[in-house]
């Protein structure tokens, strides 16, 4: 007699150490989180994204006092890319690492409250590093994705797991790194694994239980779900993909998404088509390489906007769209697109400002349209390999960016105070070229080949600040090796950001002078984050170099081999003579 | 008769007044350097403990597998029994297992891992408050909980996992449930393999009452094997409910199987 089991909610009630919880999160504390500096409650310090804190008790005159408070080990052998951003409740700070762990530290001190290293099987085929993006906080619980596409939430006091779900089969290639976010009360994931083929999806759960509320599939023709019932079609089934391709399209949301409360959105990027070979898939595909407005009441699109359409590059749309407001009232989005793009388009209708690039060099396309619809170059498509002598492989070309793109996982941040986003941007270029492929539950489908190249010996990495209003670059600060860390924006006319030659930096908003930075012994891949705790600021950053530039980087390995591995969170504030 | 009966009733500040050595060496069937401290961990500073003899513990006086050691409990002539605590005094992880009977035969049979040899001890405590402690020396050749899991080695762990397999023996007067369960049971000793267990287990009938309560740790054996008894046929219906430490869950139809 066999009965397999399954990993399931489990009722609260069953906990018999249940205590009173101590801390409950609520919707209300996440929705007024970027303007209370004492917590950090979601991904991107407020589901909007801006990553902006109005502490300025650090600044440019300051911060030449700004030195480390503790630092904290993630320990064992799984020193692997950390990109984690932290979330900070009443004194606790829940930050994850490689290889789905969760550690709880005391914000203050550093010191260890509790660990939970998820049991990982082998066969998890994550496809860029075992990285994990951080936690969402809901209630008492601290709930975060997993490599083999599971959701576990703990309690925040005891570590215990409360419930777990499986997202999907991490053997027919699902995993899960981005960090949750909530809405409207509401548990909101993606799913990660655009290069075997599943299918990219938003699914809303209830934070307290993880019991599925709603699912919308981000290729067309797949049936959403709300409470169990079909809840309408994506899209409208072949309209922009061929046959039967559309059911292994994969645009992966495996970034996770912001959410706006004024809206009532929530905005998830979606990543390639699959496969990569285009050629096997006429037509627009959506909706992949785009940013999807959903509704979190009905579980719809309400609009879309696509940056690469039939995409030919790998160039994942999956790139945060972080709402602002405008001096003269205009309700935007601002996206920095891994095609090199960066887009301005209405929060509430999606409908294009402007468009404009934001890396030096895009072959790609030649522009964009007055829909903001990309004008390609055909010659730097990568060739049919149907067409090619022995139909086995296509044309190579040259295409810049490379599909590491001109930016990554690394969220940008927008400072309120100067209007302008800080996007961390990266200039390469690769050879690509397409083979045949067929798709096989659980295997790479790619159809493409590729080797990334510098285009510039000089540096890869540029922090840029750009001007949403203009598309000007007001300032930039280069750097050797590509940057892969987020940014931060304060009120302290600061901006943060790391390297992977392991600097924590910081520059004045303004002019774009480096005013401070600090080496934390291992490339920083990680945004960082600030808050204020007994009356004094601090600034936390995890680092630990990894990511998939180590494990992708082409040619760029003569930049970044050098690298060390490490995993640690870094915490600092000014110091204080006694 | 293992033990001298009902020797002595500790009170909490009664340690103050003697050396915890002394005082194990004292009241302890077992001589366990440990006894005091466990005691007062366990059971709290004001807990009244009696040795008594209606507590058997059964087992091998050498442990051939330190891995797996078969550990008997059955209590005898004791009623209103509340729960039942065991733990090995000398085991890095010392709480093996605590069970409530709630209808079950007040017995369990299950294996254990063992990191040297050790006392085995089953606390149980009434309806008055009262702990009655019965156990028994097991020696072992050592290195039962932190030696990775055979398991933790088998890339298809996660297709195994938390099936369960039941025999069930059944007469009028008396029936026994045997199960199996495929879990790693990982004790988060081994190098770089953190813990992972099962926590909980619940015997349940077609209703949902719950016949027997069962909260486990990381000293049961990989793959646990449990013995539950049952005075006259098993309870219709019956499920085994649980859980780990990662939050999977075990639900598997137990009592279906007549034999004999």
């Known amino acids: ?578 | 008769m293992a033990f001298i009966r009902t020797i002595l009733v500790i009170f909490s500040t009664f340690a103050f007044y003697c050396t915890p050595a002394l005082a194990a060496v004292g009241d302890d069937p077992l001589g366990s350097p440990m006894w005091t401290e466990l005691r007062d961990r366990y059971l709290g500073n004001n807990a009244k403990v009696v040795f008594d003899s209606r507590v058997k513990v059964t087992g091998p006086k050498v442990a051939e597998d330190s891995m797996n050691v078969p550990v008997g409990i059955r209590i005898e002539g004791l009623d209103d029994i509340k729960r039942v605590l065991v733990i090995a005094d000398l085991n890095p992880i010392i709480k093996v297992l605590e069970f409530s009977p709630r209808g079950a035969t007040p017995a369990l049979h299950f294996r254990m891992k063992l990191q040297q040899g050790s006392p085995v001890r089953a606390l149980v405590q009434t309806g008055d408050g009262l702990w009655h402690a019965g156990g028994i020396w097991i020696d072992a050749s050592g290195g039962g909980c932190t030696a990775p899991s055979v398991g933790r080695s088998a890339p298809d762990w996660t297709s195994t996992l938390g099936q369960v397999q039941a025999k069930v023996w059944e007469t009028p007067q008396q029936s026994r449930v045997k199960l199996n369960i495929m879990h790693p049971m990982d004790t988060g000793l081994a190098p770089g393999i953190p813990a992972f267990y099962i926590e909980r287990l619940s015997l349940q009938d077609e209703t949902g009452r719950e016949w027997m309560l069962l909260e486990t740790f990381e000293p049961v054996s990989e793959n646990p094997v449990f013995s539950f008894d049952f005075p006259g046929r098993t309870p219709p219906g019956l499920r085994l409910v649980g859980r780990d430490s990662g939050g999977n869950r075990i639900d598997a139809k137990v009592g279906q199987e007549v034999a004999q």
């Open chain 1, 1 to 578: 007699m066999k009965r397999t089991l399954t990993s399931v909610l489990v009722a609260s009630a069953m906990l018999t150490l249940a205590a009173a919880p101590a801390m409950a999160v609520t919707d209300k504390e996440i929705e007024m989180d970027a303007k209370t500096p004492g917590d950090v409650l979601s991904w991107g310090i407020g589901t909007q994204g801006q990553r902006y804190s109005p502490l300025a008790k650090v600044n440019t005159s300051t911060i030449k006092d700004l030195v480390p408070v503790w630092s904290f080990s993630f320990g064992g052998e799984k020193m692997r890319g950390q990109e984690s951003q932290p979330v900070i409740y009443k004194g606790k700070m829940f930050v994850t690492g490689s290889y789905s762990r969760l550690f709880a530290l005391d914000a203050k001190t550093g010191k260890k409250l509790w660990q939970y290293e998820h049991r990982l099987p082998d066969g998890i085929m994550p496809c860029c590093d075992v990285v994990n993006r951080g936690a969402a906080l809901y209630g008492n619980l601290v709930i975060f994705a997993t490599l083999d596409a599971q959701l576990v939430a703990l309690d925040q006091d005891s570590g215990k797991v409360v419930w777990k779900e499986k997202i999907d089969e991490y053997s027919a290639g699902y995993s899960a790194s981005a960090a949750p976010i909530i809405a409207k009360g509401m548990l909101l994931t993606g799913v990660s694994g655009g290069e075997f083929g599943v299918l990219g999806r938003v699914e809303a759960r209830d934070p307290m239980t993880g019991k599925l509320i709603w699912v919308r599939p981000t290729v067309e023709g797949h049936m959403g779900t709300k409470n169990g019932q079909d809840n309408g079609i994506t899209g409208t089934t072949n309209a922009t993909w061929p046959g039967d391709m559309w059911k292994s399209g994969g645009a992966a949301t495996w970034l996770g998404g912001s959410y706006d409360p004024e809206t009532g959105l929530a905005y998830f990027g979606t990543g390639n088509p699959a496969p990569w070979n285009s050629h096997t898939r006429p037509g627009d595909n959506l909706y992949s390489c785009s940013t999807v407005a959903i509704d979190v009441t009905t579980g719809k699109i309400v609009w879309h906007f696509q940056g690469t359409p039939h995409d030919g590059w790998d160039y994942d749309g999956v790139n945060e769209f972080v709402t602002y407001k405008t001096k003269d009232g205009k309700h935007l989005g601002g996206k920095a697109d891994r095609n090199g793009f960066f887009y301005v388009l209405d929060a509430k209708t999606g409908k294009f400002q402007r468009g404009f690039p934001f890396v030096k060099k895009i072959t790609w396309a030649t522009g964009l349209d007055s829909n903001g619809r990309p004008i390609y170059d055909p010659a730097n498509r990568p060739g049919d390999p149907a067409k090619s002598a022995d139909g086995k492989k296509g044309t190579s070309v040259f295409a810049v960016p490379s599909f590491l793109g001109g930016k990554n996982q690394m969220p940008m941040a927008y400072s309120q105070d100067t209007g302008l986003f800080y996007v961390p941007a990266n200039e390469w270029g690769m050879d690509i070229h397409n083979e045949p492929t067929t798709y096989k539950k659980g295997a790479a489908y790619l159809g493409a080949g590729f080797t990334i190249k510098t285009i510039d010996d000089s540096y890869i990495g540029a922090l840029r600040a750009i001007d949403p209003a203009t598309g000007k670059i007001v300032w930039e600060i280069k750097n050797n090796a590509p940057l892969w860390g987020g940014v931060l924006a304060t009120k302290g006319n600061l901006v943060f950001w790391g390297t992977p030659e392991g600097f924590l930096k910081a520059a004045d908003a303004k002019t774009g002078k480096e005013v401070w930075s600090f080496q934390t012994g291992t490339g920083i891949v990680a945004p960082p984050v600030t808050w204020e705790q007994d009356g004094e600021q601090y600034i936390g950053v995890a680092s630990g170099w990894g990511g998939a530039v180590p494990l992708w980087g082409g040619d760029v390995a003569k930049k970044v081999s050098f690298m060390n591995q490490g995993g640690s969170m870094w915490v600092f504030k000014l110091h204080k003579s006694k």
